[in-house]
C-alpha cells in the first residue's frame, strides 16, 4: 500500500490549491479515504473523509464551505480542492486511510506542506 500526496505550495490569503493523494496497492474502491493536517506545535487534525463509493463526505468545522474532498476511482486518486485559504490552513496535509488490509491497520502518505502566507 502506498499514498502518495501532492499539490501543496505557497499561496496567498484566500488563493487556492488542490492536494492530490495517488493510492496504489490496494483495491481504492474498497475504502473510505481522510484528510489530515498537522500545523506546528499542533496535534493532528481530521479535516475531512469520503466513504469508499464516493457518497457520504464529512467535513471539520473550520474548513466547511471552502474545502472540498472528492476520488477519482479512474486514477485511484483523492483530492482535496481547498478555496478561500487562511493562514490558520498553513500545515503539513496527509492522505490516510483505515480497513482491512489482511488485517486491521491504517496507512499514511508522508504529507504535503501548505503554507498560507500574507
Known amino acids: 500500500v502506498q499514498l502518495v500526496e501532492s499539490g501543496g505550495g505557497l499561496v496567498q490569503p484566500g488563493g487556492s490549491l488542490r492536494l492530490s493523494c495517488a493510492a496504489s496497492g490496494f483495491t481504492f474502491s474498497n475504502y473510505a479515504m481522510r484528510w489530515y493536517r498537522q500545523a506546528p506545535g499542533k496535534a493532528r487534525e481530521l479535516v475531512a473523509t469520503?466513504?469508499?463509493?464516493?457518497?457520504?463526505?464529512d467535513y471539520a468545522d473550520s474548513v466547511k464551505g471552502r474545502f472540498t474532498i472528492s476520488r477519482d476511482y479512474a486514477k485511484n486518486t483523492l483530492y482535496l480542492q481547498m478555496n478561500s485559504l487562511k493562514p490558520e490552513d498553513t500545515a503539513v496535509y496527509y492522505c490516510y486511510t483505515l480497513g482491512l488490509f489482511g488485517v486491521w491497520r491504517d496507512y499514511w502518505g508522508q504529507g504535503t506542506q501548505v503554507t498560507v502566507f500574507s
Open positions: 469520503i466513504g469508499s463509493l464516493g457518497g457520504s463526505t
